[in-house]
């Protein structure tokens, strides 16, 4: 692009057109713009937030129905901040939507071309566009699991309450968001992978829903250490305040959160090796 005009004797007039640039922050605000430029960006974002505090409230409230019903009431290693946080069992699934149709939706529309052309380093647009999904989807992750924990507190009897300043709870509030943000990763890389909404959202849904309960049903010690390990099995573990005594052998919150970080990485990893040798 031009950015200078010549005028008579020689002077030279500068453009007021900027030249054109890849800059890795102006390549940053363009992908900003981009999200939030659809209106599927703020529905996903919304379905999050209310399914993972509705969810927040009818989890305590029908726990505690059940105490007043006589019920054998609850263990004593119950774990009332991880019941607060119960709704990201199916709140994870808009941050999925959510993270897939970021890239796949440019690969149907054919809107990723021009992209290209603009940002031939196709690695650089790949983590330019995760790093912002990436970001948006911690911070409304923060605000709805603060949001969850507090509505949840109202419906929880005094006795099994607590507050931010006990043993693991800030932890889990934090690590709820950790998740949304993991879990909209998980649909980002296969978005990124597949190249179609449908196909990445289906394939989303199976890995962080369907299947983590299926492989209960594995035999052996083999069985188990896949189920401890496996994505949402292994990643809910960030959510939990304390660990259950009686079940000694899950992962620890951290270790949990490792693990599902690196199986969305596998995923994002390929998706870029293939990114770079395919045609768009």
């Known amino acids: 692009m031009t950015t200078a ?13 900027p030249p054109a640039t ?18 599927s960006t703020s529905w996903n974002l919304l379905v999050l937030v209310v399914v993972t505090v509705g969810f927040a409230a009818l989890a305590t409230w029908g726990t505690m129905q059940g105490v007043d019903a ?14 607060t946080l119960a709704g990201l069992t199916f709140g994870q699934l808009a941050a999925a939507v959510l993270g897939a149709m970021v890239i796949s939706s440019e690969y149907s529309t ?23 999904f990436v970001v ?5 992750g923060l605000v709805t699991c603060f949001a969850a924990y507090f509505v949840g507190q109202l419906f929880l009897y ?9 043993p693991g709870v800030t932890r889990a509030v934090i690590g709820g968001a950790l998740y949304v943000a993991g879990s909209g990763m998980f649909g980002f890389a296969l978005g990124a992978l597949v190249r179609h909404t449908a196909g ?15 492989t209960n049903l594995l035999p052996g010690d083999w069985g188990d250490t896949v189920t401890r390990h496996f994505t949402s099995n292994a990643g809910q573990q960030i959510t939990a305040a304390t660990q259950p005594p009686t079940t000694p052998s899950l992962l620890g919150p951290w270790e949990g959160y490792t693990w599902f970080t690196l199986e969305w990485l ?5 998706a870029a090796f293939l990114m770079r040798r395919r045609d768009a």
């Open 22 to 39: 890849d800059r890795f922050d102006r390549l940053l605000l363009s992908e900003w713009t981009k999200l939030w430029s659809v209106r």
């Open 70 to 83: 006589g019920a054998e009431g609850v263990p004593d290693e119950f774990d009332s901040t991880s019941l």
């Open 5 to 17: 005009t010549t005028q008579t004797g020689g002077a030279h007039r500068r453009s007021p057109v």
């Open 266 to 270: 596998v995923i994002l990893v390929a």
């Open 110 to 132: 054919g809107g990723i071309r021009a992209t290209l052309t603009a940002v031939p380093n196709r690695l650089r647009l790949l983590l330019a566009k995760a790093l912002v």
């Open 136 to 140: 948006v989807a911690f911070a409304v």
């Open 158 to 166: 005094e006795d099994y309450q607590t507050s931010l300043g006990d």
């Open 200 to 214: 990445a959202i289906t394939a989303a849904v199976a890995l962080l829903l369907v299947l983590p309960p299926l």
